[in-house]
């Protein structure tokens, strides 16, 4: 999004991709995103003026150049990216490792760990000085589910948006992806928040010629303000 001043996202490891949310996001304003296992997997608060310079002077610390890390020697470990644009040209890192190998002994992790945690930390505190609104769930506007092939469900599609309703909305990947708003959002908040993200399975009830799944695993990704969702008018295609 155009106000993004700090961003920083996750590798799964092993080759996993990673969360469509971020690990934290601040934005210009002052409110702060952060990934969570409750709801839609997002939640916000809101630093006031000082809080957001607090941030600001404790990243003045970090450094933004990639060759100053150490990479972790183990393999199939995650990486973590960092974007930060404090009204200059944006910069960017990525660390190998970052936050899970702890035989890694390098000054700028630790720097880089201590001004992710003071985020953290800052976005958990009461309402006062830093903090204008407590950390709390975020119910996103538009969410994309992705749909993954699946074994036999038996249960139906349980959104007013049909799968099938644009067949060319898909990821880059080329798996077929459906944008809800509205009162669809809120059902699958109630699901996920029941059943848990990855025990989603529906069938779709969509043509066989229309290149959606029948049975179909539901990937939910919360699509956080004016950021662009993982999917758009696209050809399909056969995958990565």
């Given amino acids: ?18 969360h469509w949310a971020p690990d934290v996001e601040v934005r210009a304003d002052g409110t702060v995103f952060l990934r969570a296992e409750s709801g839609l997997g997002v939640e916000m608060a809101a630093l006031t003026p000082a809080g957001l ?3 600001r002077a404790r990243f003045a610390t970090v450094s933004m150049k990639q060759d100053d890390y150490d990479e972790s020697e183990w393999t199939d470990m995650p990486s973590t990216s960092v974007y930060a644009s404090w009204g200059g040209p944006p910069e960017r890192i990525s660390v190998y490792g970052f936050r899970v190998d702890d035989e890694v002994a390098d000054d700028d992790w630790e720097r880089l760990d201590a001004a992710i945690g003071f985020v953290e930390d800052l976005a958990g ?17 538009v969410v994309a589910v992705v749909l993954h092939p699946a074994d036999d469900a038996y249960e139906s599609w349980p959104l007013t948006t049909p799968p099938h309703r ?16 509205g009162r669809d959002v809120v059902t699958l908040e ?8 990855g025990n989603l399975t529906w069938t ?6 229309s290149g959606i799944p029948r049975s179909a695993d539901a990937e939910v990704l919360p699509v956080l303000r ?15």
């Fill in 166 to 181: 644009d067949r060319r909305r898909r990821t880059t990947y080329g798996q077929p992806c459906v944008l809800v708003t």
């Fill in 190 to 197: 109630a699901l996920v928040t029941e059943r848990g993200a």
């Fill in 53 to 55: 310079d607090r941030v």
């Fill in 125 to 141: 505190a009461a309402v006062g000085e830093d903090v204008a609104a407590a950390r709390t769930t975020y119910r996103p506007a």
């Fill in 1 to 18: 999004a155009p106000d993004v001043v700090l961003s920083i996202h996750s590798t799964g490891g092993e080759g996993a991709p990673g």
């Fill in 204 to 209: 779709t009830g969509a043509p066989t010629s």
């Fill in 226 to 240: 004016d950021t662009p969702a993982p999917c758009g008018d696209q050809t399909p295609s056969s995958g990565p």
